[in-house]
């Protein structure tokens, strides 16, 4: 299947020395040609993986192709955006993983044999995707026979999507068990000796407790310290690690909206106006609604109170009766009529039973046929006086309500799905429906009804009210003398001063989806990134004028940052604050070593720093994070090696500058180095299935142009 076909190596052409000059004159000369293959395919590359390009094309083949899979798994016609945007992700990280793994596998001898296959399929180690598409629901065991059925239907009665899909699922599991295969033998090849158990065993053994002097930082004030501009060069060049930076650009914009004026209030009302006399007296409301309406008939059932309050009162207060209608009126930018529909006493809550027949988005049309048919058949037997019990514990996949003959106690309208609800509460007691949700089919027989209250049915002719043509281009005329007469940076700042006009800032990176505030707003940081910092932004149509959702957008690029390490002036101020920190540890810690040269008692050392003696207990190496403390690994060191009643050194820390005292060491008994070997290496086991990948990734060259195509 396309979705997870390897890429094909595509060998060079060896040209031969004869003819060597003549096809390097042919090649050159059409490599000067626009349309230039070799140019294009260039262009369309999408990715290189230690220096094996991928295509676009084959790209979005594979993501078309999942594409479908998702929606044949999710009964989904359409997907949003999002979902778009998930599936690239996953079509790309398993292009990575297959071009950095292959050649591990191949080296190691790790394949899935057609057996191997097999065996995961149907043989004596089903695999666990295919135990949950096989498990039957009444026995919950996996039912071989419906897994032969099924392989043996894709050979001739399935459908192109059934096989797609049951290929797609093949390919998965021999991915998922070659990687298990491997990260199998990494952990086999773990090993942790003697040696490193018993140094384990005694770091966590060797617990002390320990008084000790802060000396925090803010207790220097920066005044005190003297930073030259060479303390700040030096400091930055020898820690550039920490001022790695991802590219980004900054942009400012305006916006203009496209707003309706109030002419277009005034004409959608209108044009409301001159449905009303149609509206009251047409005979189908749902139909007529559904004809001329934004929104389309709604069904339910409202108490007088669940109305909107100007309904309630037309209803309540000014006596309205079925068939008249009131309005137009507006909501927001909504203009409505409403018509009231009907009224009937209806139940607040029913009590209801089901035998629920789940159907599956990926089976044949001929399963589904069978399954409505069956539903049918049960409703017809119910309706000629068999047991609904006994039917729903034979046939009922909702196992919860099975047991109890398929009752469902009683529950309100908004309980349950809509479908279903509807057909409960439309049901008289006794009579049996059959509806379909998102579950399946349901055999619905309505036993009982709770409480009864009058219920209201109105139907609402709604219009929402947009900008018109002239609105659109009146707004586009202005947003268009603003683009042609500022085609500038400079230009542009100073035409938003002249006319008041709201500018906006945004710092984008460049596989950003969006922008804060801005739906679908990815071509505006595609622009970002192709312009050159001072620029105008441009769309694909080369116009300066983005139209995003209903608005108009102006953009210029105000800065561009690179890639790789910030340049000195871009972190100065966090280079000054390091800078700052140390120059203030050297004080404490000249300080700290003037008080310790003729003093050997913490407490006095305390006084004559003007500080005072605290404590901690039960801590040793293998902790993190001393408690009352934080994470201080310099203190943690110290005080783990540190012998009992000695005072240590200054230890500069994180936040202070810290004098320790061991006062007391408790050695543990535990001896077992075999269990402690076991323990480090699950522990070491447990992060290797990850660590072990992003260690290959690491070590590889990506380059991920996806960002130039979405």
């Known amino acids: ?32 040609q626009s349309g230039n293959t070799l140019f294009q395919r260039q ?48 079509v790309w990280q398993n292009i990575v993983r297959e071009a950095l793994m292959k050649d591990t596998y191949d080296d190691l001898g790790i394949n899935v044999s057609t057996d191997e296959l097999y065996d995961m399929v149907q043989g004596s180690n089903i695999h666990p995707i295919v135990q949950q598409i096989f498990t039957n629901p009444n026995t919950q065991q996996v039912d071989r026979n419906a897994i032969i059925r099924f392989l043996k239907s894709l ?18 599991i021999s991915e998922t068990r070659a990687q298990s295969k491997y990260n199998t033998l990494v952990k086999k090849g773990l090993y942790v000796t003697n040696e490193e158990a018993q140094i384990s065993l005694s770091q966590k053994n060797h617990n002390v407790n320990f008084s000790y002097i802060a000396l925090p930082y803010t207790s220097v004030s920066d005044s005190q310290v003297v930073v030259t501009e060479k303390d700040l060069k030096d400091y930055y060049n020898n820690h550039q690690e920490d001022y790695k930076q991802e590219g980004s650009r900054k942009i400012e914009y305006v916006v203009f909206p496209v707003r309706p004026t109030d002419v277009d209030r005034l004409d959608t009302e209108n044009q409301l106006a001159g449905l009303r006399d149609e509206f009251k007296a047409a005979t189908d409301d749902a139909q007529f609604v559904d004809t001329n309406s934004d929104e389309n008939f709604d069904d339910s059932w409202f108490s007088l109170d669940e109305l909107p309050t100007n309904i309630k009162y037309w209803i309540e207060t000014q006596k309205a009766e079925v068939g008249d209608v009131f309005g137009p009126y507006f909501i927001n930018d909504v203009s409505q009529l409403a018509k009231y529909h009907a009224t009937e006493i209806r139940p607040d809550s029913v009590e209801a039973r089901h035998i629920l027949i789940r159907v599956d988005g990926t089976e044949t049309q001929d399963a589904i046929q069978k399954k409505i048919a069956l539903a049918d058949s049960l409703k017809t037997a119910v309706e000629k006086g068999s047991n ?25 309208f908004t309980q349950m799905v809509k479908p279903f609800a509807e057909a409960a509460f439309n049901n008289k007691v006794g009579e049996v429906s059959v509806a379909e949700s998102q579950y399946g089919l349901h055999v619905v027989q309505t036993t009982k009804w709770g409480t009864t209250s009058r219920k209201y049915q109105v139907a609402y002719l709604t219009r929402n009210v947009t900008a018109s043509t002239e609105t659109y281009q009146n707004i586009y005329s202005q947003v268009n003398k603003f683009a042609s007469e500022n085609t500038t940076q400079e230009e542009f700042d100073n035409a938003v001063v002249e006319q008041n006009l709201t500018k906006k800032t945004a710092i984008v990176r460049e596989n950003d989806r969006s922008i804060p505030g801005i ?43 690179e890639e790789g390490v910030s340049s000195f002036e871009d972190v100065r101020s966090r280079v000054e604050l390091a800078v700052i920190k140390d120059k203030k540890a050297e004080l ?39 408690p009352g403390i934080g994470l201080e690994p310099a203190l943690l060191g110290t005080v783990s090696v540190l012998e009992q009643g000695k005072i240590s050194k200054p230890v500069k820390g994180n936040i202070s500058v810290y004098i320790v005292e061991v006062t007391s060491v408790n050695e543990g008994t535990n001896t077992n180095i075999a269990s402690e070997q076991q323990s480090i290496v699950q522990n070491v086991a447990y992060r290797a299935d990850m660590q072990v990948y992003e260690a290959i990734k690491n070590a590889a060259s990506i380059d991920d142009r996806r960002s130039k195509f979405y």
Do not use: C, H
Request: hydrophobic share 45%; charged share 20%; aromatic share 8%.
């Open 155 to 172: 050979e001739t009665s399935a459908t192109p999507e059934s096989r797609a899909y049951w290929l797609y699922l093949e390919q998965q």
């Open 588 to 626: 404490l810690i000249d300080k700290a070593n003037t008080a310790l040269s003729n003093e050997n008692d913490i407490v006095v050392i305390a006084n004559e720093l003007g500080t005072e003696v605290k404590a901690a207990a039960n801590v040793n190496f293998s902790l993190v994070s001393i």
């Open 43 to 90: 262009k369309s590359i999408i990715g290189e993986i230690d220096g094996k390009s991928f295509q676009y094309l084959d790209f979005q083949t594979k993501v078309q192709d999942l594409g479908e899979i998702y929606k044949l798994n999710n009964g989904n016609n359409q997907l949003d955006e999002n979902t778009w945007v998930q599936l690239r992700e996953q």
């Open 1 to 32: 299947m396309a979705t997870l076909q390897n890429i094909r190596n595509r060998a060079g052409i060896i040209v031969a020395i004869v003819i060597g000059l003549a096809m390097v004159g042919f090649v050159l000369g059409d490599m000067f």
């Open 519 to 561: 739906e679908n707003s990815r071509v505006l940081i595609r622009s970002a990134f192709e312009a050159e910092e001072g620029d105008i932004l441009n769309d694909m149509r080369e116009s300066s004028i983005f139209e995003i959702g209903d608005n108009f957008i102006i953009a210029t690029l105000v800065d561009v940052v």
């Open 388 to 412: 609904f019990a006994d039917l729903a514990l034979k046939f009922s996949e909702d196992q919860g309500s099975a047991v109890r003959g398929g009752d469902l106690g009683f529950f309100t």
